[in-house]
């Protein structure tokens, strides 16, 4: 009990704080905001952690990391960051279907309205099709 009320508070007080920031870009600061997996296999989920720093002096409260499908889960930080530390956004991605992919995170920062957006791309190919394509990576890289 005292951890919720405590992490509501922090929200309360970082919302308060933070009423005047005009972008999450002034609180935090993302390493990159876009990851390309290349052609990863059907069936087998892949992770990519967007590191970030929160550029301020106060605690920063993510509230909430969504996505723009299903297919996506992402996971943030259910603590405040302290000033000047740094943390992550994982997004995780199922690769259930075959065919490119662009997919969307959408991270809340409290206080902020317009949220950041990380993207992560690729191309999910069937086993068969992986198959073929790491015989020719691994080909290449003989010669």
């Known amino acids: 009990m005292k951890k919720i009320a405590l992490t509501l508070f922090a929200v309360i007080i970082s919302a308060a704080i933070f009423a005047q ?3 999450a870009e ?5 390493a990159n905001t876009k990851h390309n997996f290349g052609k990863i296999k059907q069936g087998v989920p892949v992770n990519y952690n967007f590191e970030f ?3 301020s002096s106060q605690p920063v409260v993510i509230q909430k990391a969504s996505a723009s499908c299903g297919c996506t889960t992402p ?3 259910q603590q ?3 000033g ?5 956004i994982t997004a995780g991605f199922n690769a259930a279907a075959p065919g490119p992919f662009d997919k969307t995170v959408f991270v809340t920062v409290a206080g902020v309205d317009k949220p950041v957006e990380l ?3 690729g191309e999910v190919l069937k086993a068969e099709d992986y198959a073929k394509f790491e015989a020719e990576k691994d080909k290449k890289g003989s010669k």
Not at 84 to 88: H, Q
């Open 84 to 88: 000047g530390k740094t943390n992550k």
């Open 53 to 55: 720093t929160n550029v």
């Open 80 to 82: 405040p960051v302290a």
């Open 75 to 77: 996971t943030w930080p």
């Open 119 to 121: 993207r992560i791309s």
């Open 21 to 23: 920031a005009k972008s």
């Open 26 to 30: 002034e609180l935090v600061k993302f």
